[in-house]
């Protein structure tokens, strides 16, 4: 390698080593930026020098410094057009070292290049806009998926989290009542054992869907656990929530569904917002009051007080309020 390496990245000269016969055998940056084809074409000995020919090269004196030819220099590619440049022409054992600054001409090529490499940039850069896109939408689908519980389409226990806390802040300023109902399915692991997980997996959908059918488009209705559901009332006092689960209770009990041949029934425990509760202690005494509920014969719900004694099983009247409002 006769060029440098310091002088393979100039731009401004271009630096050539040529054969005997006058073809490009090494180059530097700078002739790149006056012959695009070089790269291609000069293993090939694709482009050669035409001015000045070999003749008048070989017959010049050489110099001092090794110098035989100042002025201007023609190169030729095979492929197509030649360029000009200014420079001069050293002797190198058997060949020859061409050096030259870049002109005005070679920058207009070089801008040539500059604008196809701001295309090629543009063409990236919209490709990137595109998988970002493709890629926030992924992501956002999988956000949802996480929002949601798969097996029954209700809100997961993270959308559920998120929303109570967002409830007791709303609480916390307005002073509005708050409701939370949890319910868990009695009896349920008989279901898996005597007729299979498949058909366990369809009740607890129908599940989903009576419980989604008992609530306001403002309520919110989770799978709290395996067996376990939600349903966050907001604006609802205590008595329109004991209604709430009263009538889903009642909805379940009344439902017959093949190959089953007992209805299903749930335990509730209704819990109001206490202030300065927090979402855990929310949870906490909604989740004692169903303990109860299933502790005092399931199939039932009941009201959850500040402590387990003021717990309190709801026994419910003729219900006449049958499509009346949460309130």
């Avoid at 999988?142 to 007791?168: M, N, P, Y």
């Amino acid at each position: 390698m006769l060029i440098p390496p310091w002088a393979m990245a100039l731009h401004a000269i271009a630096i050539a080593v040529l054969d005997e016969d006058s073809r490009v055998v090494e180059f530097n940056q700078g002739f790149l930026s006056v012959t695009a084809e070089a790269k291609a074409e000069a293993e090939g000995a694709g482009v050669r020098l035409t001015k000045p020919d070999r003749v008048v090269l070989s017959q010049a004196e050489v110099g001092v410094d090794g110098k035989v030819y100042t002025g201007a220099i023609v190169l030729a590619a095979a492929s197509e057009g030649w360029v000009a440049l200014s420079g001069s022409i050293y002797r190198t054992g058997s060949g020859w070292l061409l050096e030259a600054e870049v002109g005005v001409s070679a920058y207009s090529q070089l801008n040539g290049v500059i604008e196809r490499l701001g295309r090629e940039m543009e063409d990236t850069e919209r490709t990137l806009a595109r998988r970002n896109q493709a890629l926030q939408k992924a992501l956002e689908e999988v956000e949802a998926l996480k929002r949601q519980d798969t097996l029954t389409g209700l809100a997961s226990r993270r959308s559920l989290d998120d929303r109570i806390t967002e409830e007791i802040g709303r609480w916390e300023r307005y002073r509005r009542p708050l409701g939370l109902i949890l319910m868990e399915m009695d009896d349920f692991g008989g279901v898996n054992e005597n007729y299979g997980r498949e058909v366990g997996d369809e009740l607890l959908h129908h599940v989903a869907t009576v419980i989604t059918r008992s609530v306001r488009t403002t309520d919110l209705a989770a799978r709290y656990g395996g067996l376990e559901f939600a349903m966050l009332l907001p604006e609802t006092n205590e008595m329109g929530a004991l209604i709430v689960a009263e009538r889903l209770r009642m909805d379940l009990e009344g439902q017959f569904i093949l190959p089953m041949t007992r209805p299903l029934t749930a335990s509730f425990g209704v819990a109001m917002l206490l202030p300065g509760e927090g979402r855990q202690d929310l949870y906490a005494r909604a989740g004692r009051a169903v303990g109860h509920a299933q502790k005092n014969g399931r199939n039932c719900v009941t009201m959850a007080g500040v402590i387990s004694e003021c717990d309190q099983l709801y026994q419910a009247a003729v219900m006449s309020t049958e499509g009346s409002d949460n309130v």
